[in-house]
């Protein structure tokens, strides 16, 4: 009986064993029941999976609770920064808090922008992983 490694099945069914070593495992299958039957299940569940795939569309899923995570103490910083240009501009010349206003709403536009910017591949394959998965 030849030995083998149950991942060689696998790498059989995806054919990428060496001729010598796929014919081994092939002579090996006919001798022995039990590594037949797993090779089978393996085929089995690889036509079920393809089979799956091609039959979906995707259809990404936002997990909100993620999302709003990330922006909660960014939303309370900027709170804190409204209340507080908001009382500078109260005992301060008007001049000073529309500047003091002007600086806030391009600190949040740059932080927005940033955000944005950094959605990356990463994010939505992070997506894609979440929408096969769930």
């Excluded at 069914?13 to 039957?37: C, F």
């Excluded at 569309?57 to 103490?73: E, G, K, Y």
């Excluded at 908001?86 to 600086?103: C, H, I, M, Q, T």
Aim: with cysteine; aromatic share 6%.
């Amino acid at each position: 009986m030849t030995a083998y490694d149950p991942a060689e099945l696998s790498a059989l069914l995806d054919g990428e064993l060496e001729a010598t070593r796929a014919a081994e495992l092939r002579a090996a299958m006919r001798e022995n029941d039990a590594m037949r039957a797993e090779f089978e299940r393996l085929a089995g569940l690889h036509q079920r999976l393809l089979d799956d795939a091609r039959s979906r569309q995707f259809q990404p899923r936002i997990a909100l609770a993620d999302s709003t995570a990330s922006v909660r103490w960014p939303l309370l910083a900027l709170l804190v920064c409204v209340l507080a240009v908001r009382l500078a501009s109260k005992l301060a010349p008007p001049a000073v808090g529309a500047v003091l206003e002007g600086l806030l709403l391009l600190v949040l536009l740059s932080w927005l922008a940033t955000r944005l910017w950094r959605a990356t591949d990463a994010d939505y394959l992070k997506l894609v992983q979440q929408a096969v998965a769930g």
